[in-house]
């Protein structure tokens, strides 16, 4: 029985941390900073790069909501790294640096 519950406590972690959410530092430029509605348009760099390539497509560019003081050093063309979290249908940034 004892290792029956054992068993069970294992599996139940294991798929716990799988749901969890992961945050993963994400990379891209900034392409529109839109400081009345707290909104930044970001074209992520494409997937194994570091940086962009020239002819290089990562993707279409995304829209995240931005706490405020956070958009205020933030200008169109910026490289950067972000952390993105969503609630509700709502893409977050949770943080963001300049590269």
């Known amino acids: 029985?004892?290792?029956t519950q054992t068993l069970l406590?294992?599996?139940?972690?294991?798929?716990i941390s799988s749901v969890a959410p992961a945050q993963e530092a994400l990379t891209g430029t900034v392409t529109?900073?839109?400081?009345?509605s707290g909104t930044v348009t970001i074209q992520p760099a494409p997937s194994?790069?570091?940086s962009a390539t020239v002819g290089a497509a990562g993707g279409a560019a995304e829209q995240f909501k931005v706490q405020a003081g956070m958009l205020t050093t933030l200008?169109?063309?910026d490289r950067v790294t972000f952390s993105v979290s969503e609630t509700g249908g709502t893409k977050t940034i949770t943080k963001i640096e300049k590269r």
């Not at 406590?9 to 798929?15: F, I, K, M, N, P």
């Not at 529109?32 to 009345?36: A, G, L, T």
Request: glycine share 10%; hydrophobic share 50%.
């Open 9 to 15: 406590a294992a599996s139940l972690l294991t798929v």
């Open 75 to 77: 200008h169109a063309g």
């Open 1 to 3: 029985m004892r290792l």
């Open 32 to 36: 529109i900073v839109n400081r009345i």
């Open 48 to 50: 194994g790069t570091d």
